[in-house]
């Protein structure tokens, strides 16, 4: 009669201890390492509940299971938002850098405004403007249509002279003061000041020495009672003033540390 063989006692053994392991792993996965905290940062308008109701995490599911690409994908359907960066905090804890989009300028477009974040993307569509909103106005663009969450749809160069504009006058914190920010001539570009005050940049290089030099001239020019009347910074070395008296003055200021030291950079 032939033996009926068994297996090894050993491979037995082995199997039961692997299948242990995932069993062990399964059941962290499904009890230790889920999502129980959401830490939301960065946000002042909104709150964190808002945030988080927009990511489409859900607590209690895999911490392993988060997808850092759909998390951003869901959250930007709210063109205001952002994911500027996710953490996770094992086991059970998830960190959002949530940046704000700040409308930084309007432009208008078949009796339609739109506002523009700093990357010159569409946030949202009015018919009338906030009278609080102190932000520029884009002129001398032809916008076709507008697609909010998308950049603005004029030509190319003009998009990028409006985004060098707006980050130079943000980071020089003089959004404020600019009415208008003019486009039109892209070797021409200037600026009508909140005062009535023309200032032109000629083209788009040299922007942090150029609207350096026109904060500095600008305090001294107020300082002597002129608020109105054409500064050209165009050069980045000298200042040209003419005022409504068309009386010309000329300050020559310093464009490497003009703009450093009144910026901090």
Same mark, same amino acid.
């Given at each position: 009669?032939?033996?009926?063989?068994?297996?090894?006692?050993?491979?037995?053994?082995?199997?039961?201890?692997?299948?242990?392991?995932?069993l062990?792993?399964?059941?962290?996965?499904?009890?230790?390492?889920?999502?129980?905290?959401?830490?939301?940062?960065?946000?002042?308008?909104?709150?964190?509940?808002?945030?988080?109701?927009?990511?489409?995490i859900?607590?209690?599911?895999s911490?392993?299971?988060l997808?850092?690409?759909?998390?951003?994908?869901?959250?930007?359907?709210?063109?205001?938002?952002?994911?500027?960066?996710?953490?996770?905090?094992?086991?059970?804890?998830?960190?959002?850098?949530?940046r704000?989009?700040?409308?930084? +300028?309007?432009?208008?477009s078949l &009796? /339609?405004?739109?506002?523009?974040?700093?990357? *010159?993307?569409? =946030? @949202?569509?009015?018919? !009338?403007?906030?009278t609080?909103? +102190?932000?520029?106005?884009?002129? &001398? /663009?032809?916008v076709?249509?507008?697609?909010? *969450?998308?950049? =603005? @749809?004029?030509?190319? !160069?003009q998009?990028e002279?409006?985004?060098?504009i707006?980050?130079e006058?943000t980071?020089?914190?003089?959004?404020?003061?600019i009415?208008?920010?003019?486009?039109?001539?892209?070797?021409?570009?200037?600026?009508?000041?909140?005062?009535?005050?023309?200032v032109e940049?000629?083209?788009?290089?040299?922007l942090?020495?150029?609207?350096?030099?026109?904060?500095?001239?600008?305090?001294?020019?107020?300082?002597?009672?002129f608020?109105?009347?054409?500064?050209?910074?165009?050069?980045?070395?000298v200042?040209?003033?003419i005022?409504?008296?068309?009386?010309?003055?000329?300050?020559?200021?310093?464009?490497?540390?003009?703009?450093?030291?009144?910026?901090?950079?």
């Amino acid at each position: 009669m032939q033996q009926r063989r068994t297996g090894h006692p050993g491979r037995r053994a082995a199997l039961v201890v692997l299948t242990s392991i995932v069993l062990g792993i399964l059941l962290l996965q499904n009890a230790v390492f889920v999502v129980k905290t959401v830490i939301v940062d960065g946000v002042q308008r909104y709150t964190p509940e808002q945030v988080y109701a927009l990511t489409g995490i859900k607590r209690g599911q895999s911490i392993f299971s988060l997808d850092k690409q759909v998390i951003a994908t869901n959250l930007s359907s709210d063109h205001f938002l952002e994911l500027a960066g996710m953490e996770i905090r094992y086991p059970d804890t998830v960190v959002l850098q949530v940046r704000e989009r700040t409308p930084r +300028a309007v432009v208008s477009s078949l &009796g /339609v405004l739109a506002m523009l974040d700093d990357g *010159g993307r569409v =946030l @949202s569509t009015t018919n !009338k403007l906030d009278t609080d909103v +102190a932000i520029p106005f884009i002129m &001398g /663009v032809r916008v076709p249509t507008l697609t909010i *969450g998308m950049p =603005l @749809s004029c030509e190319p !160069k003009q998009l990028e002279a409006i985004i060098a504009i707006m980050d130079e006058l943000t980071l020089q914190g003089v959004t404020g003061t600019i009415d208008q920010i003019n486009v039109a001539d892209l070797e021409n570009l200037h600026l009508i000041m909140a005062s009535g005050m023309k200032v032109e940049l000629g083209d788009v290089h040299d922007l942090e020495q150029k609207v350096g030099m026109m904060r500095a001239t600008l305090s001294a020019l107020q300082a002597e009672g002129f608020y109105a009347g054409e500064l050209d910074v165009s050069s980045a070395t000298v200042a040209d003033f003419i005022a409504n008296l068309e009386v010309e003055v000329d300050y020559r200021i310093d464009p490497t540390a003009v703009p450093n030291e009144l910026v901090g950079r």
